[in-house]
């Protein structure tokens, strides 16, 4: 995908400030520290639009990032994050349960996991979660440029069990220090994106006309 324009929008506390344009969202749930921000920051290519950070739970409210006119990318407050208290972790998660049980324009949950551990208790339950909600999901398995190659596979495959993963459920492994993994997930966002109550037929047809449409799936990377 293309990417024009992506601009920070609203760190969000309330639902009363998320946007109104009705465009897909992407929403991306893990661990404090996993990869985020840089996982955003690599799919845009931008240094540091989503805000990285070495303090593990600094983001704490749901940083809406606009991408093209296109989508946006929702950033999680990180779950996992021993160091905040019970009462903040609680107003988080029920803010975060709203928004994925209720949010019309919530399109596809990235759940980020660290190659290089055994997914967490959190993580394991994070999981169990959006799929027993059936919410729309992608696993991504992140930094795994610190991986050697030779063992990639392996890590994989525990990550994989220990999330009762199968052969048919959305995967993709991912580096933002290298972009390993970039492609694919585009492909997964664009796709789920475009499932989008709001977009007129008449284009989908068009485009199916092989005119020549702009859209968001356009192979440009
Ligand atoms: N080598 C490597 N480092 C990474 C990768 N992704 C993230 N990091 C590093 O991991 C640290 C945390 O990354 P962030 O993107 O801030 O993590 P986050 O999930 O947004 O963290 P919170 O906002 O605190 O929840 C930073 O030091 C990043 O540079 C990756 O794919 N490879
Ligand atoms: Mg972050």
Do not use: C
């Amino acid at each position: 995908m293309k990417v024009n324009q992506s601009e920070f929008i609203i760190s969000a506390v309330r639902p009363e400030q998320y946007p109104d344009d009705g465009l897909p969202e992407i929403a991306l749930a893990g661990r404090s520290n996993v990869g985020k921000s840089s996982l955003i920051n690599r799919l845009i290519n931008r240094k540091n639009l989503a805000r990285t950070s070495s303090t593990p739970g600094k983001t704490q409210q749901l940083n809406y990032y606009k991408i093209n006119q296109d989508l946006y990318f929702v950033d999680f407050p990180g779950y996992g994050y021993a160091k905040v208290s019970k009462e903040q972790r609680f107003a988080w998660g029920k803010m975060m349960e709203k928004y994925l049980l209720q949010r019309d324009e919530l399109k596809l949950v990235m759940q980020m996991v660290d190659m290089r551990h055994e997914p967490s208790k959190d993580d394991k339950m994070m999981n169990e979660w959006l799929r027993h909600h059936g919410l729309p999901l992608v696993v991504v398995a992140t930094k795994m440029d610190k991986i050697p190659k030779t063992r990639r596979a392996k890590h994989i495959k525990v990550i994989k069990e220990a999330l009762g993963l199968r052969s048919g459920d959305l995967f993709v492994p991912f580096s933002s220090e290298e972009g390993l993994g970039k492609e694919e997930l585009w492909d997964i966002i664009t796709r789920h994106a475009r499932v989008d109550k709001y977009a007129p037929v008449e284009e989908e047809a068009d485009h199916e006309a092989g005119e020549t449409v702009q859209t968001a799936g356009d192979d440009n990377y």
